[in-house]
C-alpha cells in the first residue's frame, strides 16, 4: 500500500493521498483507504479506480471483506473486455500486473478503431454492485459498445446476478431494453443464460423478431429466440420457435407437395389444420475432441403428414489442420434437403447427402491492392433432383475449386488513419473514396459417376466508385459498383443445383445515404447469356432500407428473387 501520508492504529491501517495499492496482480487507486488488518476489511473513498486483470472500474466508494469474500461498489463506470471476462472476475486472480496503471482512466475514448465482426469491450454505469463469494448483483445497468459517447446505444439489464461455475459464468435478470438514440425502447429477455469459457459469446439475441419467407413459410413470420439450453458438457442447444402469421390469416398453405407425391413435385395450395401455423429453428453447437459441431434443424410445420416435406437438417463437424505447410478448415458434414438458389434455374435442393470439404483462404495486400485467394476441394455422396427432370439422382462428386478477388485502387483517397472520433456519428470507420477496380478469376472442375463431368474458367472486372464521407446530413456517401463476369463452360452436372448456368452475368451494386443515417442499399445480378431464356432479368437481387449509425446498424429487407425479407440487426465493436 502506497499513499502520501499513512498511520496505523489498533492493526487499523489509514492511508491518505494518493493511495495505490497492489494485490497479486491488481491494482487499486483512492483519494483515501482503511484497511483493519484483523478482520481483512478493506474501505476505498473517493475517485477509485479498480483494475482487475484487463476489467476497469471507477467509483465513488469500495468495501471489501476478505474473510467472507462480501462487498459492495458504490455509483460505478468501467470498461469490461468480454474476452477476458470470466479469468479476471472469477478464475485468475495470480497473474503478475503488467502496465494497469496506466490503463485506469481510459474508460470512455477519445478516438477508437473498429473491430470487425466482434463486439469485446463494453462501458457500463451502475449505482450499485454488490459481491457476495462468486455472485454479483447488480439491480440496473446501462451498457453500451460505443465507447465514445452513450446515447445511440444502451443496453438496460434489470436484476442482474451473475456467478461462476468452474469455467462457466452464469446469469440471470428479469425484463430488460435496448434503448436506441434515447428514443426508441425494444424489450428484450436474458433469461437464465451460462457462457463457456470456452466458447464466450455475450450477444444478446434473445429476442422477437419478424421476417419474410414465402417458399416454406407462405409469407410472414414471427419469432422468439428462447433461453440458450446447456446439454452435456460443452453443448448448448438454441431454439427459435416461430408463428407463421400469413399462413394462419390465409387459411392455407402453398409451401407443400401434394400428399403422397414426391418431394421434387409441384407444391400446391393444401388447407392447414393449426399444427401448421407454427414452425421451429434449432441448432446444437458444441465441441467433441477438438472438432467443434453444428447441428442447425428446421421444421416449417408440426402436421405428421408434412413432416417429411417439412424437415430440413445441416450437421457439420469442422476443425483447423495443418496441411501443406500450412492451415486449412477441414469439416465433414451431413444434410438433409439443403436450399440452393441457382441463378436461372431457380431453386434446387440436395434432397439427401454426406461429404467432407478441405478449405484455404488467404487475404493479404501488395502496394495497395486487397487480395483474397481461396482455395477447396471436397468430395461428397448427393442426391438429389435431376438436371432436366424431377427424378431423384444419386452419385459421388468431387470437386476442385479456386479463385482469386483483387481490389484495385486506381484514384483512392485512403484516410490517414481507421481511427474514429465523435464526429463520426453515421459509421464505425472512415469512408474509403475513390475509384478502384475489382478483378476475380476462378476454376472449378466436378466429376461425377459415370464419367459425366462439368468445369469453367471465369474472369471478371468492373468498376467501383465511392463518393462522400458520410458526416454530413444529406447525400454524402455514394457507392456504385458494376461487376460483368463471364465463364468459359463445359460439360454438365447431373444435378440441378449445382449445374454451371448464366455463363455472362453483370453484378449491379447502388448503396445511397437520403438524409441522416438513412441508406437506402441495393444489389442485383442481372442474366446477360444469350442462351438463357432468363436473358435480360435478374436472378438474384436485394433491396434494403437501413438506420446507420456508427454503433449499430438496423435495416428492413427484401430479396424478390427468393421471395425472402427480413429485419437486420447489428452493433459495431471497438477498441
Do not use: C
Not at 455509483?75 to 472469477?90: A, H, M, P, Q
Not at 402453398?254 to 407454427?278: A, H, N, P, Q, W
Not at 414452425?279 to 413432416?307: P, R, V, Y
Request: no cysteine; net charge negative.
Amino acid at each position: 500500500i502506497q499513499s502520501d501520508i499513512q498511520s496505523e492504529k489498533n492493526n487499523i491501517l489509514n492511508a491518505e493521498g494518493n493511495v495505490l495499492v497492489s494485490l497479486q496482480g491488481n491494482i487499486l487507486k483512492s483519494d483515501s483507504l482503511v484497511y483493519d488488518k484483523k478482520n481483512k476489511i478493506i474501505v476505498a473513498k473517493g475517485n477509485v479506480s479498480l483494475n482487475v486483470g484487463e476489467q476497469i472500474f471507477k467509483m465513488v466508494s469500495l468495501e471489501y471483506d476478505f474473510n467472507n469474500k462480501k462487498g459492495y461498489l458504490i455509483e460505478v463506470k468501467g470498461l469490461i473486455k468480454t474476452d477476458s471476462l470470466i479469468d479476471d472476475l472469477f478464475a485468475n486472480f495470480e497473474r503478475p500486473a503488467v502496465n494497469k496503471i496506466e490503463f485506469v482512466d481510459q474508460i470512455k475514448k477519445k478516438k477508437v478503431l473498429n473491430t470487425p465482426d466482434k463486439v469485446q469491450n463494453w462501458i457500463f454505469t451502475t449505482d450499485k454492485i454488490e459481491i457476495d463469494g462468486d455472485k454479483w448483483k447488480i439491480e440496473k445497468a446501462i451498457f453500451t459498445n460505443d465507447l465514445l459517447e452513450l446515447n445511440q446505444v444502451k443496453i438496460v439489464i434489470n436484476s442482474l446476478e451473475a456467478y461462476s461455475i468452474k469455467e462457466d459464468l452464469r446469469f440471470n435478470s428479469s425484463l430488460n431494453f435496448l434503448i436506441l438514440d434515447d428514443k426508441v425502447s425494444i424489450p428484450f429477455w436474458l433469461g437464465n443464460r451460462t457462457i463457456q469459457k470456452s466458447r464466450q459469446d455475450y450477444g444478446a439475441t434473445n429476442t422477437w423478431s419478424i421476417g419474410y419467407e414465402n417458399l416454406d413459410k407462405d409469407g410472414f413470420f414471427i419469432a422468439r429466440k428462447l433461453n440458450s439450453i446447456n446439454l452435456i458438457d460443452d453443448f448448448v442447444l438454441n431454439l427459435k420457435p416461430q408463428f407463421l402469421i400469413q399462413r394462419a390469416l390465409n387459411g392455407n398453405t402453398k409451401s407443400f407437395v401434394e400428399k403422397g407425391d414426391s418431394i421434387t413435385g409441384d407444391k400446391i395450395k393444401r388447407d392447414t389444420l393449426f399444427t401448421d401455423y407454427f414452425a421451429l429453428q434449432s441448432d446444437i453447437n458444441g465441441t467433441i475432441n477438438n472438432w467443434d459441431l453444428e447441428i442447425e434443424k428446421e421444421i416449417n410445420s408440426f402436421d405428421i403428414d408434412k413432416f417429411s416435406d417439412a424437415f430440413r437438417l445441416k450437421t457439420k463437424l469442422s476443425k483447423k489442420i495443418n496441411f501443406l505447410n500450412s492451415e486449412w478448415d477441414k469439416s465433414i458434414y451431413g444434410v438433409y434437403r439443403e436450399r440452393f438458389w441457382n441463378g436461372s434455374l431457380g431453386e434446387a435442393e440436395i434432397y439427401a447427402g454426406y461429404g467432407s470439404r478441405l478449405e484455404k483462404q488467404n487475404n493479404w495486400e501488395v502496394n495497395g491492392i486487397n487480395k483474397t485467394e481461396v482455395f477447396s476441394f471436397g468430395l461428397g455422396h448427393l442426391k438429389g433432383e435431376e438436371l432436366n427432370g424431377k427424378n431423384l439422382v444419386t452419385s459421388i462428386k468431387g470437386n476442385l475449386f479456386y479463385s482469386l478477388d483483387q481490389k484495385i485502387p486506381i484514384t483512392v483517397d485512403m484516410p490517414k488513419n481507421k481511427f474514429i472520433d465523435s464526429s463520426f456519428n453515421y459509421i464505425s470507420e472512415p469512408i474509403t473514396k475513390g475509384l478502384s477496380l475489382n478483378t476475380r478469376i476462378a476454376a472449378s472442375y466436378s466429376l461425377y459417376e459415370n464419367d459425366n463431368h462439368q468445369e469453367y474458367v471465369g474472369f471478371g472486372a468492373g468498376p467501383e466508385l465511392i463518393l462522400g464521407e458520410f458526416k454530413n446530413k444529406t447525400f454524402d456517401y455514394t457507392r456504385i459498383s458494376i461487376f460483368p463476369f463471364y465463364k468459359i463452360k463445359s460439360g454438365d452436372s447431373i444435378f440441378k443445383f449445382d449445374q454451371i448456368s448464366d455463363k455472362f452475368t453483370l453484378d449491379i451494386a447502388f448503396d445511397q445515404q437520403i438524409f441522416g443515417p438513412l441508406i437506402l442499399k441495393s444489389n442485383g445480378r442481372l442474366n446477360l447469356d444469350n442462351d438463357s431464356e432468363d436473358y435480360g432479368e435478374f436472378i438474384n437481387s436485394k433491396i434494403s432500407l437501413n438506420w446507420k449509425k456508427r454503433s449499430y446498424e438496423f435495416g428492413i429487407f427484401y430479396q424478390p428473387h427468393n421471395e425472402a425479407g427480413g429485419i437486420n440487426f447489428t452493433l459495431f465493436g471497438f477498441e
